[in-house]
């Protein structure tokens, strides 16, 4: 007795090679985008600092301006490594199914864990501690007439002989965060290439 087969072939070729050129013609792109990178307590005037500006000089230093590094970047990256890895193998299985739409889905994701992560560092990173005028000069840079209650307390502790560096832990000063503005410009986009 014979029996008989069927078999069937589907060419999903023209799907692959689609989603191989979705896949490849996008970029995720973290940091400081243009449209954030104005700050609102300089006036935009020419020759002042932005965000993106002060993103690069806070994450490599500026020793002309005595500026130590405080990295963020790369550290904020680097602590969802593992997390970004599996979204841009599920992007690049996406791309082999020849699905774009899961493409951009997992680009999307990828981009939202590594500029959360970024902020993160921010606010947690163990920086470099600030040069006591920094500190003094904090509130002027939010423009407010006086300083904040850790500022006060860092200065009276200062004032009664305790290091500048401890009395900043203590006070619970934090270098890169004093208006939010950076830490709030952290942003991502996918965009094609």
């Known amino acids: 007795m014979s029996s008989a ?22 970029d995720v792109l973290v940091g400081v985008p243009e449209d954030k990178a104005n700050r609102d307590d ?6 002042e600092a932005n965000n993106a500006m002060l993103a690069y000089i806070h994450d490599n230093g500026s020793p002309a301006a005595n500026i130590p590094a405080r990295p963020f970047m790369r550290p904020g990256i680097k602590a969802v490594s593992d997390k970004l890895e599996t979204r841009l193998k599920s ?8 699905d774009t739409g899961k493409i951009e889905t997992q680009l999307e994701a990828a981009g ?20 006591p005028s920094t500190i003094a000069a904090r509130a002027r840079g939010r423009q ?13 502790m200062v004032g009664k002989g ?5 009395a900043q832990a203590v006070a619970g ?9 950076l830490r709030n410009s952290i942003s991502y986009v996918v965009r094609g290439k």
Do not use: C, M, W
Not at 17 to 23: E, K, R, T
Not at 123 to 129: L, N, R, S, W, Y
Not at 144 to 156: G, H, I, L, P, W
Not at 173 to 181: A, D, E, M
């Open 42 to 47: 300089d006036g935009n005037h020419v020759g």
């Open 144 to 156: 407010t007439k006086s300083q904040r209650e850790s500022e006060q307390e860092y200065a009276s």
């Open 91 to 98: 992007a690049a299985n996406a791309a082999l199914d020849g």
């Open 173 to 181: 000063i934090k270098p890169l965060v004093n208006t939010g503005q």
């Open 5 to 26: 087969s069927v078999k069937l072939k589907v060419d999903n070729l023209r799907r692959f090679v689609q989603g191989i050129n979705a896949l490849t013609r996008k």
């Open 162 to 166: 305790v290091p500048a560096e401890l």
């Open 112 to 131: 939202l864990i590594a500029q959360t992560s970024i902020k993160k560092a921010i606010g947690d990173g163990d920086f470099a501690p600030l040069a």
